[in-house]
């Protein structure tokens, strides 16, 4: 970091921006200690450097945005990580700077943040479609396990609000729906009062310019006839409370353009009609001056009934506490009264984080982290206990007991799985086909393996292949009811039939290898092992042999136990065909890949079945000695299946040279299932895992990528 921040140090005056980020260290130092801001200022050295070159629509240097965050993150004091992420919130997103690079810089919480945010600007763009936003909020929630990533959402969203009169109208629009119908209410979920009022005020504007404008001119003229009456109201409440030796702080508070607008709507008003435009705020130093201020108005002033609300006894769902009431003014004119405490009057701004942010800065900076999570608890436990709102309850109580996790789907659409779902309960929650078929998965855009877990906000996008089933090893890391009943029912029924053939073949092989006839095997036999074996009938029993729950060898021994049937030296043992058709009772090694073609040996593997490998494999040598297990296999007579298996190609890195490959690829008839790239300078390996129908397949697919003129080599991947 040292080479960057000289570097910054000797362009500070050259570098837009640079006052800016002298008045934010200096708000920031109020509260922070001189090593923190030290420490922020090469986190901005480095983001600023990050950004270099980058401009906003206003033409500013884009490092003019971060600060701005950060600065509106500093005016809720929080914690050092928060200000770092916010200074390099964009870095991801905008400097591709990885997330390893911000964690081996800024620390792994620093990394988690920003990359959090840049989740959530992906998602902005694709789903704000069907913004009706119930599950976006969900989503939002959920999937920020640290709230510290909303509050710095926020901030952008925030300075970008602040900043929209340079785009287009539609975008202005646009942008200003999203904030008014999913920023702001999470802004005043949070109780970010300040933040809250100033998204919705934005919103007005850019919604609605020309009612905003006539609104405000309005209000304006009102506000100049009133000042009279409120001069001497407030002189009267000055006096009064000084008599009765109150300590208060009363400042004049003009209600929101949008909340008037609101009201309007609402209750059906003309603007003349709506008079409570003014209000007053009173601040004092305990809970029980506000109840005898409160007692001291009310005397001075009649109380319009029915306005009157005690928040401070049952605080709002956000844990605002105040007393509301309106008092009929000199000339018949309302005036709102929020009467409250310093502290409620610091949680009515920063939320209930202030709390913990404030209260505990000097004993542990370490604990921070911790005592966010305390604080999300304890929104929990007052969104829970809360008798507001039943309906956010329920919502709330989904969110943030985090049971479910919400995951997008690439149209956009957001389905809720089980905490621990994989690719594979993705796949079949989305539809059953796309579940049977599925062969891999792309994750926020990467390959992923299709047992990968899968975490709120991600985009799953998965990859069917006409041919592909449902696999057994898929069993153990499933965790939806619907993906485990689908694949079982798949395996069971599907294969049944197949898996009776299959059972037949393998017994009988292991029947001949004990130089026995299996036509003389009988009824009565079968009979007695299928009892011994705890199943209905032979046929379920040959079933069970070929998905590997019995080793053949050993019901063949079995059923020949009483010994009353003679060996014969006569018999031929031949090996057992393979198609590839019998689904899940025959796997194909992943170590070597077989295809039709290569020559084979099956290894039966207790609970797995047949396992097929090519002769050459080496990952089998240590089994070799188990000749129980082994069995001769063959190819059987081919079928329209594919097989999958991999290929290896070094080529020079020229542009265009992957599509080269993967056009080649499927003019011969294959599929691509998966493609991995590695490059190291000049050459580049890229491993292709195919589907081929044969041997023969395979090599026409070879020899045509030869063709091409920059593939220096491929071979077959084995092992
Ligand atoms: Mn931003």
């Not at 009776?500 to 092989?509: A, P, Y």
């Not at 029947?511 to 299928?530: G, H, N």
Request: proline share 3%; with cysteine; glycine share 6%.
């Amino acid at each position: 970091m040292k080479d960057i921040l000289i570097l910054a140090e000797s362009q500070l005056n050259s570098i837009a921006g640079i006052s800016e980020a002298e008045v934010l260290f200096q708000e920031l130092s109020e509260y922070l200690e001189p090593e923190d801001i030290n420490q922020l200022k090469n986190v901005y050295f480095y983001s600023q450097s990050a950004h270099s070159g980058q401009f906003r629509e206003s033409g500013e240097p884009y490092i003019s945005h971060p600060l701005a965050v950060t600065g509106i993150l500093g005016r809720l004091h929080l914690d050092v990580e928060t200000l770092t992420a916010a200074l390099l919130h964009d870095v991801m997103e905008d400097a591709h700077v990885s997330k390893t690079e911000i964690s081996n810089r800024f620390g792994e919480s620093v990394a988690e943040l920003v990359d959090g945010v840049s989740k959530l600007d992906k998602m902005e763009f694709r789903t704000h479609a069907d913004a009706k936003a119930k599950n976006f909020h969900k989503m939002l929630l959920a999937m920020t396990q640290d709230v510290r990533v909303i509050f710095i959402k926020l901030a952008d969203r925030l300075h970008n609000m602040q900043t929209l009169e340079v785009v287009g109208a539609e975008k202005q629009r646009r942008v200003a729906r999203e904030t008014m119908e999913i920023y702001a209410p999470i802004a005043d979920r949070l109780g970010l009062n300040n933040i809250y009022q100033e998204l919705q005020e934005l919103s007005f504007y850019y919604l609605f310019p020309t009612r905003y404008k006539v609104l405000k001119k309005a209000i304006k003229i009102t506000r100049s006839n009133r000042q009279e009456a409120i001069k001497e109201v407030l002189g009267a409440i000055k006096q009064c409370l000084e008599e009765a030796g109150i300590d208060a702080k009363i400042s004049g508070r003009e209600k929101q353009l949008y909340s008037v607008y609101k009201k309007m709507l609402e209750k059906h008003l003309a603007f003349s009609e709506i008079l409570d435009i003014y209000g007053l705020r009173i601040l004092v130093k305990d809970v029980s001056s506000c109840y005898a201020t409160l007692g001291i108005l009310h005397n001075l002033y009649k109380p319009i009934p029915g306005k009157f609300k005690d928040y401070i006894a049952i605080p709002k769902i956000n844990n605002y506490q105040s007393l509301h009431s309106t008092l009929l003014g000199p000339y018949g004119a309302p005036i709102e009264i929020q009467i409250r405490t310093m502290d409620m009057h610091r949680i009515s701004e920063v939320g209930v984080a202030s709390h913990w942010l404030y209260k505990n800065l000097d004993t542990n900076p370490d604990d921070l982290r911790m005592q966010t999570s305390q604080w999300l608890k304890n929104l929990l436990e007052i969104l829970s206990n809360s008798a507001d709102s039943l309906e956010s309850l329920e919502n709330f109580k989904i969110d943030l007991f985090p049971r479910e996790i919400y995951v997008c789907t690439p149209q956009g659409k957001i389905l809720t799985l089980p905490r621990e779902s994989t690719a594979v309960d993705f796949a079949y929650a989305v539809h059953t086909d796309i579940g049977d078929r599925c062969v891999a998965v792309k994750i926020n855009g990467e390959n992923a393996p299709l047992r990968t877990k899968l975490r709120s906000g991600d985009h799953v996008e998965i990859i069917t292949a006409p041919h592909a089933e449902p696999n057994s090893t898929w069993l153990t890391y499933v965790s939806t009811g619907k993906a485990r009943s689908r694949i079982r029912h798949f395996l069971k029924t599907m294969h049944y039939e197949e898996s009776i053939v299959l059972g037949r073949r393998l017994l009988n092989q292991a029947l001949l290898s004990l130089k026995i006839d299996p036509k003389t095997i009988d009824i009565v036999q079968w009979e007695r092992i299928a009892r011994e074996s705890g199943v209905n009938s032979e046929k379920e029993l040959l079933a069970d042999i070929a998905i590997g729950k019995y080793l053949p060898i050993i019901i063949a021994r079995r059923l020949t136990l009483p010994g009353n049937i003679i060996p014969s030296e006569h018999l031929v043992n031949n090996p057992i065909s393979i198609l590839g058709t019998e689904g899940f009772a025959v796997q194909f090694a992943k170590c070597c890949r077989p295809i039709p073609g290569d020559s084979i040996v099956g290894f039966i593997k207790k609970s797995q079945g047949l396992i097929v490998h090519t002769h050459d494999c080496e990952s089998i040598v240590k089994y070799r000695s188990n000749s129980d297990s082994w069995l001769d296999v063959m190819w059987g007579e081919e079928t329209a299946k594919f097989f999958e298996t991999g290929i290896k190609i070094i080529v020079i890195n020229q542009r265009g040279v992957l599509a080269k490959l993967t056009t080649s690829i499927a003019k011969m008839g294959s599929n691509i299932d998966n493609v991995n790239i590695e490059s190291d300078g000049a050459h580049t390996v890229i491993n292709f895992t195919l589907q081929v129908s044969n041997r023969r397949h395979l090599a026409t697919v070879i020899r045509d990528l030869k063709r091409i003129q920059e593939v220096v080599r491929i071979n077959r991947i084995r092992g």
